[in-house]
RNA sequence: UCCUCGAUAGCUCAAUGGUAGAGCACCCGGCUGUUAACCGGGUGGUUGUAGGUUCGAGUCCUACUCGAGGAGCCA
């Protein structure tokens, strides 16, 4: 057979009349004897192709009927307009190659439950729900790239082996650096306030680890981060920042995956609502806010996730609780110079239940301070001489924030949970395949 | 680590303490517009593991294993 021009399924309006090959999975089969219906996707969506037997000769339309579910081939149709079939164009077909039978294949049309479905993720990912969301996800980071490079910032990325903790809280992933311990980052943050210091404006994408037993809906034990830091930015800058780029995160999702959004039957209205400016609001109006809702909490508290919830339903935007009593935060936050109780720092929550997507502040820029504080949360002062350098030769107020790229898809796809965010989660007691 | 719930066919689920079933998948047959196609027939089980109670346990009890949801911690 002639070799024709070969297309993407996601562009077959573009090729009404002509005569196409389309490489792909078979997804679906139907037939009644002298017809048959072969559904195949190639990635970027599904298309349906009708073989009548008495056109294509007995042999063809047996092969086609040795077809099983995920089998790749290529087909070779005319492509037409037909509104009942899924995606609005059909393919009368011509050709058929079967480049490989699949054997049966374990994840059918039905329901499966999810412990079925994360043991074959690497199959689960060819359904429709999957695809849509992991190309959200894409179009959620290229956002990112975009607008921080419209914005002239510098992508500066930061190590993932690291010689001592970031934070010095939470549980590290911990390996041997040829006889020394190193850690998996659980954050490229300190790394960012040098390279801030040399460039003005950065930021790093990459994966982070935390090793907590934690074991929710909304946790992963490797997750990607979008870490900025902004050199002469204090927290309303900060906060500034953030709004304006989830917003145009945002939008860069409605305008472009609309189809996505669809599959995943995600009610748009809601993304549509989100507006600048976020609200915001502080740690002691959170608390008054929890306390008139009947909760029970005591000022000085950190938020649970219950009150995370209940702070995030309170705002149909995302919003920005900032200046958290001091003894809960990080010891890099800058004090509020009107309220020493407090630091500078803001932790953005999303609506709908998601919960914090990003944490942030206004960094500690004084040494002496800085060093008080190291020895007051118990650290290897060691381990931060380099640091403390940058607070040494030229500190300058200086803020940033982290945003955890998988809580964001969750959010924006409206998911119940956060494994189907990334392609291959890593849970707590599960990382297979 | 703690709390709650669960485990029956390849999958999703039924089954008063009394003969283990259905739908789907798969195999065979039928059907020229199917949409998770449909119709007829067929294959398919050490009821998570180990004990216990009982005339009799998928069902009740104990322990363990695995899974799910949540808490804490966080993004």
Redesign the pocket.
């Known amino acids: 057979m002639a070799c024709l021009a070969t297309a993407l399924i996601k562009n077959l309006g573009r090729h009404i009349g002509e005569t196409v090959t389309v490489q792909g999975w078979l997804y679906?089969?139907?037939?009644?004897?002298?017809?048959s219906?072969l559904?195949v996707r190639d990635g970027t969506g599904l298309v349906?192709g009708?073989m009548?037997?008495?056109?294509v000769g007995d042999e063809l339309f047996a092969l086609a009927g040795t077809l099983?579910?995920e089998s790749s081939l290529k087909v070779t149709g005319t492509v037409r307009e037909?509104p009942?079939?899924?995606g609005g164009y059909?393919l009368?077909l011509t050709g058929l190659e079967v480049v490989g039978i699949a054997a049966?294949?374990?994840?059918?049309?039905?329901?499966?439950?999810?412990?079925?479905?994360?043991e074959r993720r690497h199959l689960w990912l060819r359904t429709p729900r999957q695809t849509a969301i992991i190309r959200i996800r894409s179009e959620i980071e290229q956002a990112f790239r975009d607008f921080f490079y419209q914005r002239d910032f510098v992508l500066a990325d930061a190590p993932v082996l690291t010689p001592a903790a970031c934070?010095g809280?939470?549980?590290l992933f911990e390996l041997d650096y040829h006889g020394d311990k190193a850690y998996l980052s659980?954050?490229g943050q300190l790394y960012n306030e040098a390279t801030a210091a040399a460039l003005g404006r950065v930021y790093c994408f990459g994966p982070?680890f935390?090793a907590?037993?934690?074991?929710?809906?909304?946790?992963?034990?490797?997750?990607w981060?979008i870490e900025a830091e902004m050199a002469y930015y204090d927290i309303d800058d900060n906060m500034k920042l953030q709004e304006e780029m989830v917003c145009y995160v945002i939008q860069r999702v409605l305008e472009r995956c609309g189809q996505e959004l669809k599959t995943l039957e995600r009610d748009v209205a809601k993304l549509a609502a989100v507006k600048l400016p976020f609200p915001r609001i502080s740690y002691t109006e959170a608390v008054a806010l929890l306390k008139n809702a009947g909760e029970d909490f005591t000022w000085g508290?950190?938020?649970?996730?219950?009150?995370?919830?209940m702070i995030g339903n309170s705002f149909d935007s995302p919003v920005f609780v900032h200046r958290y009593p001091t003894a809960?935060?990080?010891f890099y936050f800058k004090p509020d110079p009107h309220d020493a109780n407090v630091v500078l720092g803001a932790?953005?929550i999303a609506p709908e239940g998601y919960?914090?997507?990003?944490?942030g502040g206004q960094r500690l820029d004084d040494l002496a301070l800085l060093e008080a504080r190291l020895a007051e949360h118990k650290l290897p002062r060691e381990a931060f001489e380099w640091y403390l350098d940058l607070r040494r030769f030229g500190t300058v107020p200086h803020s940033g924030f982290?945003?955890?790229?998988?809580?964001?898809v969750a959010w924006i796809c409206g998911l119940?949970?956060?494994?189907e965010t990334i392609p291959f989660p890593r849970?707590?007691?599960?990382m297979y395949p």
């Open positions: 679906n089969f139907r037939s009644s004897g002298k017809i219906f559904i349906q009708v009548v037997k008495k056109e099983t579910q037909e009942r079939a899924v059909e009368t049966e294949y374990p994840i059918t049309h039905k329901e499966h439950g999810v412990d079925f479905l994360a934070e809280t939470t549980t659980q954050s982070t935390r907590e037993k934690s074991k929710t809906r909304r946790h992963l034990m490797e997750f981060m508290d950190d938020f649970g996730a219950p009150h995370e919830t809960i935060k990080a932790d953005l919960g914090e997507i990003i944490g982290g945003l955890g790229i998988e809580r964001t119940d949970h956060i494994r849970m707590l007691h599960k």
